[in-house]
């Protein structure tokens, strides 16, 4: 049984503090491996000008996963998924001898409610909040936390959560780092137009990649 961490995002691009704060919650919570799922797209956001193409995503991502036990996955991409309910869905069934736990930042938390099924996801597998400077307090007082505050795990046990019953939810006070897509895309808006990328193909069996 391997111990893996799911942290979906755009990756718009990948940058240091996805790397940083992902080694600490790997430390934290005891995992083999974090996958980074790289998204084709977000339901809840109209596509965006200024998204780069999903090669440029991905590839950024495996630059700063290189060397390290994050993968990055196009699980989502290859298995046709577009919500997280139907991505772990799918995941748990490809991958039944492992245990997933759910990452997800502090400033998603606010809009949790709005996901398709979001008490399922809750129900599937436990989560585990990641901090985002500005937002831990918003995320506490979320829509969502009115039903799931009853979960929530104290730190002193985030080792402990293969032996949890969904739901079950965990705040992660971590050293966070400033990096930022949006600022890094504000100070280069063509930053994927200056590399040339891999064709993609299928990761093997849909798993992360190292």
Do not use: C
Request: hydrophobic share 45%; charged share 25%.
């Amino acid at each position: 049984m391997k111990r893996i961490g799911l942290l979906g995002g755009s990756f718009n691009p990948a940058h240091e503090g996805h790397r940083q704060l992902s080694l600490a919650a790997i430390d934290e919570l005891g995992l083999d491996e974090l996958w980074w799922l790289v998204t084709p797209g977000n339901p809840l956001k109209a596509a965006a000008a200024d998204m780069a193409p999903y090669e440029a995503r991905l590839a950024s991502a495996e630059e700063w996963a290189a060397g390290t036990s994050i993968g990055v996955s196009d699980f989502e991409r290859t298995a046709g998924t577009r919500y997280t309910i139907d991505t772990l869905r799918a995941l748990i069934r490809d991958f039944p001898d492992d245990r997933f736990i759910w990452l997800m930042g502090a400033d998603t938390v606010a809009e949790f409610d709005r996901w398709k099924d979001w008490r399922e996801i809750a129900q599937l597998l436990p989560i585990a909040v990641l901090p985002r400077p500005g937002y831990d307090e918003a995320a506490r007082a979320a829509r969502a936390m009115g039903w799931l505050s009853r979960f929530v795990r104290p730190q002193s046990q985030a080792k402990h959560w293969t032996e949890w019953s969904p739901p079950a939810l965990l705040f992660l006070s971590l050293p966070t780092n400033p990096a930022s897509a949006t600022a890094l895309r504000a100070l280069d808006p063509n930053w994927h137009r200056q590399r040339r990328f891999r064709k993609l193909g299928p990761v093997a069996g849909g798993a992360a990649s190292d």
